[in-house]
């Protein structure tokens, strides 16, 4: 399994039941995907899933490309959270996601159990969005924002402006900020609306998350463009920091100051050139 070492502009979810699917993730080339052993699988074929999964990651080539893979194990607390993480710790090459997390205990627990693996956790619920600075400070990779299960759990109901979600959503990317894990934001469930998409990522990227959870393996490239660079955003992170050096105070109209040197450097690192 490659490493994760850049913040992920896309984390693609695919059943851990569904090999057929798995094997089109070297084509897809999310930056990281992750095969559901939760909300992908009904309660009743939790084990049956299990064991695929395991087939699909013992009896192919997938841990030997270059998408980091994860497996998202069932919430702490269920019936099957144990088997699941029994499961992830005997094949070394994978990471895990914890869904749900509520608690810093329970970030421990796993990170205690897969010390070595990258740990994704799913603030998701009231408890976790209020808790999200010591549940993130409990020391995992990277995070995600789950706006659905979140919002049934508040009892108030989604909506297209995302209004009910805003709070919730920049409390955790604040929480990640701090405590220096990659934010992951939330889905769109309208998986053929590319329109609907980038908008919700564009908001997204402007509050300051690395990436898009992605339902539909064409949300990936959009969301690989929306959180990567432009040209023009790159071509005016070397002006500004070209005018820096030369000292200069004004860039295309526009006062810069270390603020503003310091997010163009913030671009070009993002985009892979040169300062």
Known sequence: MSQITVAPRSVLFMPASKPTMAAKIPDIRPDVAVLDLEDAVQHGAKSQAREQLRAILTQTQLLDGDVPILVRVNEMGSPWIDEDLSL??????????????????????????????????????????ADARVILEAGPDSCYFGAEDYIVDLGGRRTNAGNEVLYARSQVVLAARLSGAYAVDQVVVAVHDDSAFEADAAVARD?????????????????????????????????????????????????????????????????GGAS
């Open 88 to 129: 992830v710790r005997e094949i070394p090459r994978v990471g895990v996601v914890l869904p749900k997390a509520e608690s810093p205990e329970a970030v421990e627990r796993v990170r205690l159990l897969l010390p070595d693996r990258h740990l994704m956790v799913g603030v998701e619920s009231a408890r976790g969005v």
């Open 207 to 271: 509050l300051g998350y690395n990436g898009k959870l992605c339902l539909h393996p064409q949300q990936v490239e959009v969301s690989h463009r929306v959180f990567s660079p432009s040209p023009e955003e790159v071509a005016h992170a070397r002006r500004v920091v070209r005018a820096a050096g030369d000292g200069v105070g004004l860039v295309d109209g526009a006062m810069v100051d270390h603020v503003h040197v310091r997010q163009a450097r913030d671009v070009l690192a993002r985009s």
